[in-house]
Antibody
Framework: QVQVVQSGAEVKKPGASVKVSCKTS????????FSWVRQAPGQGLEWMGW????????NYAQKFQGRITMTTDTSTTTAYMELRSLRSDDTAVYYC??????????????WGQGTLVTVSS | DIQMTQSPSSLSASVGDRVTITCRAS??????LNWYQQKPGKAPKLLMY???SLQTGVPSRFSGSGSGTDFTLTISSLQPEDYGTYYC?????????FGQGTRVEIK
């Protein structure tokens, strides 16, 4: 069965960077891409961007352009999301999501358990 | 970016009630509309994709309809385990966006 397991909670100071990992198993890693979605406390879901596990192509939400990097490591079947220049309003639960679908539909199918990132001085 | 607007933002209904949540896109998104359910402290779960296709394991009391810009998620007979927040999401554009969520409470 497909598993998506994220790294543990992080506490960072403003201006620092955080790198969240997402270890997957149970399917051919390069067949599907990943999105990262975050959720601030008490708020809704915010899509941050996408990476292809096949060729590393990325598509970042404009809001995060310049301070986000998504990568994958096919040898360890792990996806990563790094966010730099952290601010207090980056405090959120960050989800790694493996996509699903085909040419007719695309959706967020397998969600990691979430990683709480707290930004505080 | 395509904006997704859900209504209502919250509702309270009794077990057995028929519940309807609507989602409107700022432009036509064809059939690229998905629904998720999120329970407190948990990751969202896919309920429905491509407007009306039920994800495996989701009870048949959930259904979806709509086209173009206006979509609906219906729970035909609300059950106690259906509490949580429901989100619509468009996958039409390369920038994916979610609705703001509809919180469902059981009376």
């Amino acid at each position: 069965q497909v598993q998506v397991v994220q790294s543990g909670a992080e506490v960072k100071k403003p201006g620092a960077s955080v790198k969240v990992s997402c270890k997957t198993s149970g399917y051919p890693f390069t067949k599907y891409g990943f999105s990262w979605v975050r959720q601030a406390p008490g708020q809704g879901l915010e899509w941050m961007g996408w990476i292809s596990a096949y060729n590393g192509n990325t598509n970042y939400a404009q809001k995060f352009q310049g301070r986000i990097t998504m990568t994958t490591d096919t040898s360890t079947t792990t996806a990563y999301m790094e966010l730099r220049s952290l601010r207090s309003d980056d405090t959120a639960v960050y989800y790694c999501v493996r996509e699903g679908g085909d040419n007719t539909a695309y959706y967020f199918l397998y969600w990691g358990q979430g990683t709480l990132v707290t930004v505080s001085s | 970016d395509i904006q997704m607007t859900q209504s209502p933002s919250s509702l309270s209904a009794s077990v057995g009630d028929r519940v309807t949540i609507t989602c409107r896109a700022s432009q036509s998104i064809s059939r690229s509309l998905n629904w998720y359910q999120q329970k407190p402290g948990k990751a969202p779960k896919l309920l429905m994709y491509a407007i009306s296709s039920l994800q495996t394991g989701v009870p048949s009391r959930f259904s979806g309809s709509g086209s173009g810009t206006d979509f609906t998620l219906t729970i035909s007979s609300l059950q106690p385990e259906d509490y949580g927040t429901y989100y619509c999401q468009q996958s039409y554009s390369t920038t994916k966006t979610f609705g703001q969520g509809t919180r469902v409470e059981i009376k």
